[in-house]
């Protein structure tokens, strides 16, 4: 089988393990990088080997059409053109998270999928995870019973990356978008995928990026600089409900004044709760009494394992051998949730759906 040739747009941070996931598979090959930041291009070009570099993806397209796949890894706001691009020139495509800036972006990549014969994945990494093969086998076994609550938090005390990240324009927000984007759309997945009827959402903007703060911090963007702008939220609440009757609380931070950084999401169902967080334990009852299982071996989400599984989906996708996990009627479902809670946290009130 000959090799699926891919190109990678946007070589920051995050592109990193797309390219890691890309080398570890015998059928791709690494063909291509495009960016606008010319050093960053030749840095990642001369780290990965890679001598196909570009600072215009129209050019790339243009002047390498053997290229089959195209891997968005850029800035929010440039996913929908970029995707759209690679798309109309008949590529199969593999964006990040989140799909786009708005519901109406996220419909047009739809459309230029459709329009196209291609596919189009949105990169919900955390449904390629152990901890959620864990708990669908859980499900299947019927061990959870119904669904009927969740809960999901990211806090970083500290963690606001810089660079694009907390720059609105460009971001889209804050860690609503960049981190609340994977917990409602793994809750939306364990959960069958029910559609969002209402949010209730609020926003805060205090503590900001914290310049002053001297300890390093653990989340850096590749375009961190000390001429950053931070006009996004620094933390995010919100209320889903879904069509299942379902209710999922949220709650994100890049910057609050925890005691140490949070980050799991538990499922409670009529059997059985469960919380995923660096291993999955489950909270149930036997013969009378309350029990609580800690789930031995490898249960948890590994970072750089996951996106292999999800750039190996993504090859399997376009060679016919899978159907898509991750499709685009997916990631529009998401920017419904993501815009209405923005929504919401501006007006002061619920937005129905």
Known sequence: MEKIKVAIVGVGSISNVHIRGYLANKNAELYAFCDINEKRLHYMGE???????????????????????????TWNSAHAPCSIMALNAGKHVLC????AMSVEEALEMQAAAEKNGRLLMIGFVRRFGQDCDTVM???ANDRLGELYYAKALNLRRNGAPGGWFGDKSRSGGGPLIDLGVHSIDLVRYLMGKPRAVS?????????????NIKTSKAYVSA???SNDVYDCEDLATAMVRFDNGAVLSLEMSFSLNVPENQNYIQLFGT????????????ASEMDGYLTNISLDGKTGFVFDEAFVR???HFLDCIAGKAVCRNPAEDGVEL????????QSAESGHEVIL
């Not at 949010?199 to 503590?207: C, I, N, Q």
């Not at 920017?335 to 923005?342: G, H, K, S």
């Open 96 to 99: 990040e998270k989140p799909m």
């Open 271 to 282: 059997k059985s709760g469960v919380k995923m967080a660096d291993k999955v334990e489950i």
């Open 310 to 312: 999800e750039t190996a």
């Open 335 to 342: 920017m419904r949730i993501l815009t209405a809670i923005y």
């Open 223 to 225: 375009g961190s600089s």
């Open 137 to 139: 086998d859980l499900m």
């Open 199 to 211: 949010v209730y959402g609020s926003t805060f903007t205090k503590l900001k990026n914290r310049p």
């Open 47 to 73: 780290k990965y080997g890679v001598t196909r570099l570009y600072t215009d993806e129209a050019e790339m397209l243009r002047d390498l059409p053997e290229i089959e796949a195209v891997s968005v890894c």
